[in-house]
């Protein structure tokens, strides 16, 4: 699996914002919890329904979207 096929658009959850898959759990959701501190173990202690993989995915999300939005390839 690659890891952005980890992260998934759906309108009907959590309004259509990107979300690990499977989940209700969304890459801003991810990324506020890593800029607030938490290290990756914890928010799998957490969330358990989530891999190591998936924080990795939104962090490649966030990168993916950065670019996008910079205009750069």
Do not use: K, N, W
Request: glycine share 4%; hydrophobic share 45%.
């Amino acid at each position: 699996m690659e890891l952005l096929d980890r992260i998934v658009i759906d309108p009907l959850r959590r309004s259509g914002q990107p979300c690990i898959r499977d989940t209700r759990i969304t890459v801003q959701d991810i990324l506020d919890y890593l800029a607030s501190g938490m290290s990756m173990e914890e928010i799998v202690a957490d969330f358990p329904e989530i891999e190591r993989a998936d924080i990795q995915a939104c962090l490649a999300y966030a990168a993916a979207r950065e670019r996008r939005l910079l205009g750069a390839a």
